[in-house]
Nanobody, 121 residues
Framework: QVQLVESGGGLVQAGGSLRLSCTAS??????MGWFRQAPGKEREFVAA????????YYADSVKGRFTISRDNARNTVDLQMNSLKSEDTAVYYC????????????????WGQGTQVTVSS
């Protein structure tokens, strides 16, 4: 049974940093990603990474501030978030899929429960 469990969310001041982590159980995945959903808004893509670890994708809004990484041996994917802004406030979701084309879409097969990130200004 596949499970994705996120951790690392919390409250931080604007300009601060947080690191989110997601542990996947069950099997390895080709593509792992992070999405976020703010109140009243649709879920949006944040970052994704292929199993090689060398190919990454970012939303323009987080490029240069966030870094996605993965550890295939532990089946984890992390999101290092720096220079946080109030507009980064959202529930962050980890996603995983065996297909490579899903990248920026919400078509991932597996999703975590989400972790709240709140940035105070």
């Amino acid at each position: 049974q596949v499970q994705l469990v996120e951790s690392g969310g919390g409250l931080v001041q604007a300009g601060g940093s947080l690191r989110l982590s997601c542990t996947a159980s069950g099997r390895p995945f080709s593509t792992m990603g992070w999405f976020r959903q703010a109140p009243g808004k649709e879920r949006e893509f944040v970052a994704a990474i292929f199993s090689s670890g060398s190919t990454t994708y970012y939303a323009d809004s987080v490029k240069g501030r966030f870094t996605i990484s993965r550890d295939n041996a532990r089946n984890t994917v992390d999101l290092q978030m720096n220079s946080l802004k109030s507009e980064d406030t959202a529930v962050y979701y980890c996603a995983a899929d065996s297909r490579m084309w899903v990248i920026r879409t919400t078509g991932y097969e597996y999703w975590g429960q989400g972790t709240q990130v709140t940035v105070s200004s």
